[in-house]
């Protein structure tokens, strides 16, 4: 290593800050169904994923290489340009994370970067065929192939075994979903690890401590893997709920096949080198899941928002990547306001996060989501249940009948009137 300045100091540390948010942030793509199934214990679950997310980061560097190498010209980059991409993308982790939507920390990173990139040098710095080939094609695509491949292996799972729901048979699908938890988690820690891994190299490429074209040194993959499987251990219990019990209801079979359907996509792109998003990938493999079953179904409303945040996720890390690196632009002083903003916003949004605390011992707890318009108007005329019915003739007046649940009031009937007694004969 020929240099080490402050700046690249900065930027290493702040990358290693974005891959701790990348943990938390992504926890729920692992973990979300095996908890909320109950196949493991939430502290346990999140657990196996760090360590598997560890021994994940050491299996490729394709990802890392499409980064570093293939989204931007690395040779007209500057540290501080990472400095104010890294800046957006943690922001936007933070803010998805406090409304518990799972958002994607590897576009929010694509975002930033490609933001940065623009404001320092202008487009032509940009990669404008590996950003659409290897990033925005993949993240339309992903969420639907494993979406259709969990519904069908749903189907399938159901077809073959049936609708019975014994207790062996939930405790071979709690096996087998823990199993595939690990894939995922073990698929992610190739993935997403590997983002930070590519960002770092840049840096260092850009700050001339490695020569460009160089792959990720060894302690740039321990120290991103190490810090993406804190986060993941810290868990990040908001967005957990959402996945696990705000989109829709898994039972374990269903659990089974959205996380196996997402860990074989995941791997696959990790191979191929696409930066993909697992949050996109496990949320389509859920959606998917839960249409696969009889009578399963799936909380639009929640599904919208998750649309909407992954639909501003690049702009929005785009907007506040561009603005971060108009300030670092104005010198030393520039980049300790934008360091300084840094701290403070994410100081705020963790203060915001105590008024309503999420953790393990409430994840699993009801969201609250309400009905949606075809729900609510299907309630408003489903019939009653049957119940005995009361004889007008004999029930003591404002008689409650009781069944199940529903109570009515059957008032006495009216009293006839007595006749009218006869008129006066006349002689």
Do not use: C
């Not at 702040?14 to 938390?24: E, I």
């Not at 159901?158 to 609708?163: A, C, L, P």
């Not at 996945?243 to 359907?261: H, I, N, S, V, W």
């Amino acid at each position: 290593m020929e240099s080490f300045s402050l700046i690249l100091a900065i930027v290493v540390v702040t990358a290693l800050a974005f891959d701790f948010t990348n943990g938390f942030h992504d926890t729920a793509n692992a973990m979300a169904t095996t908890i909320s199934t109950g196949a493991l214990k939430p502290k346990i679950a999140v657990t196996m994923s760090a360590v598997l997310n560890l021994a994940g980061a050491f299996l490729s560097v394709e990802v890392a290489n499409t980064i570093s190498k293939g989204l931007v010209d690395e040779t007209g980059i500057r540290p501080e340009v990472i400095f104010a991409a890294l800046v957006g993308a943690i922001l936007w982790n933070l803010l998805t994370w406090l409304v518990g939507l799972p958002s994607s920390s590897s576009h929010a990173l694509m975002g930033g970067l490609v933001g940065a990139t623009v404001a320092s040098a202008g487009f032509g710095a940009v990669h404008g065929g590996v950003l659409v080939t290897k990033v925005l094609l993949p993240a339309v695509a992903a969420p639907v192939v494993a979406g259709l491949a969990s519904y069908l292996a749903t189907r399938l799972s159901y077809g073959i075994g049936g609708t019975g729901d014994n207790e062996a048979t939930r405790k071979g699908y709690r096996v087998g979903q823990i199993a595939s938890a690990g894939l995922v988690s073990l698929a992610h820690g190739t993935n997403d690890a590997q983002k930070t891994m590519g960002i770092i190299t840049l840096a260092l490429i850009a700050g001339g401590s490695l020569a460009p074209g160089a792959n990720p040194p060894t302690w740039v993959i321990l120290s991103a893997g190490l810090a993406i499987a804190l986060g993941t251990y810290i868990g990040g219990w908001r967005i957990i709920r959402t996945m696990g019990k705000g989109l829709t209801d898994l039972e374990p079979r269903q659990g089974f096949a959205a996380q196996t359907g997402a860990a074989t996509a995941i791997l696959a792109s990790s191979h191929l080198g696409f930066s993909l998003s697992t949050t996109h990938v496990v949320s389509g493999s859920v959606m998917g899941a839960g249409l696969g079953r009889k009578g399963g179904v799936v909380r639009w409303s929640t599904a919208t928002r998750m649309a909407v945040a992954w639909v501003l996720t690049l702009p929005a890390a785009a907007l506040v990547g561009a603005g971060a690196e108009a300030v670092t632009g104005l010198g030393d002083g520039g980049t300790a306001a934008v360091a300084v903003f840094l701290v403070a916003a994410s100081a705020a949004i963790w203060k915001i996060s105590r008024r309503e605390v999420v953790d393990h011992t409430n994840v699993i707890e009801e969201t609250g989501e309400p009905a949606g318009v075809v729900t609510a108007a299907i309630a408003a005329v489903t019939p009653p249940p049957a119940g005995p019915v009361a004889d007008s003739r004999t029930a003591p007046a404002a008689e409650k009948l009781t069944t199940g649940d529903l109570t009515a009031t059957i008032p006495a009937p009216a009293a006839e009137p007595a006749p009218a007694a006869p008129p006066a004969a006349t002689v």
